[in-house]
């Protein structure tokens, strides 16, 4: 039963296996959640631009795909937070199991020849998005994904620390900044669901531009999708290292992080 703040709107009863602590229908008749939607196009926008100029670089299609394996999982989760429908549902969870298999994928082969392609991973990788989303679509339990999920994010982080305390100790700063975020939007995705009922309360209590910055699962997704972002940059500039790049991290507009490189002259 949804809490008795919940309104009914546009996409009519939910039918998802999750509903989340924002209150539903509460800006707009036609976004379920809209904090949580909006939030989205953090992990929308920016991939989309980093994948058109790792095109126009000629950087291997791996690292393209990462880029818009992040776009398709926030616009799978636009669907799902504004409609709370478990198709849309699936459509914001399984891509975030395939986008993960693509970093992970990305993060092992940083140290092959160019274009290479390790058939073996690429076998075991596949096959375990194909077995997640079998068992997934039968046992519908969204602690069996959100367990797979974190083995792959594990897995990530594992090979992180890897390559900044091994290989390229000089990376530590975006190694760790991306991570340190990413977990960041764990805590506060905890503390949407354990607080919720407290955090329902406080919004009821204070004004609305207050209450808007306790939407711990728009923030979730915030800083995760920051976090994805630099973690495909961490990826890259430890790629472009390898095959004797010079990339660097710049500020567009001195903001947004993005890398840039150029191959190293011949003498």
Not at 27 to 47: C, D, G, Q
Not at 78 to 107: A, G, N, R
Not at 121 to 149: G, N
Not at 249 to 259: A, D, N, Y
Request: hydrophobic share 45%.
């Amino acid at each position: 039963m949804a809490p008795a703040a919940d309104r009914d709107g546009y996409w009519g009863s939910t039918t998802s296996t999750l509903d989340w602590c924002e209150e539903n229908y509460s800006v707009t008749w036609y976004i379920a959640e809209f904090w949580n939607t909006v939030s989205n196009l953090i992990m929308i926008i920016p991939p989309m631009f980093g994948a058109i100029q790792s095109v126009r670089d000629g950087l291997e299609k791996r690292y393209i795909a990462s880029y818009l394996a992040l776009t398709v999982v926030g616009m799978g989760s636009w669907c799902f937070h504004m409609t709370l429908k478990y198709e849309m549902q699936l459509l914001d969870e399984l891509p975030m199991i395939y986008s993960c298999c693509i970093f992970v994928y990305c993060m092992f082969e940083c140290f092959k020849i160019k274009n290479s392609v390790n058939y073996h991973l690429l076998f075991t990788l596949v096959l375990f998005s194909l077995i997640v989303t079998t068992v997934y679509l039968k046992v519908k339990e969204p602690i069996f994904h959100q367990v797979m999920y974190g083995m792959l994010v594990f897995t990530l982080v594992l090979r992180s620390i890897y390559i900044v305390t091994w290989v390229y100790p000089w990376l530590r700063g975006l190694g760790y900044t991306s991570l340190g975020i990413f977990l960041l939007g764990f805590l506060f995705w905890n503390i949407d669901n354990i607080f919720c009922d407290s955090l329902r309360n406080f919004r009821k209590k204070v004004p609305p531009i207050i209450g808007i910055t306790t939407q711990f699962h728009a923030w979730w997704h915030i800083l995760t999708g920051l976090g994805s972002y630099l973690h495909i940059l961490f990826s890259l500039y430890t790629r472009t290292l390898y095959l004797r790049y010079r990339p660097k991290v710049k500020f567009l507009f001195g903001i947004w992080p993005v890398i840039l490189f150029e191959p190293l002259r011949k003498h």
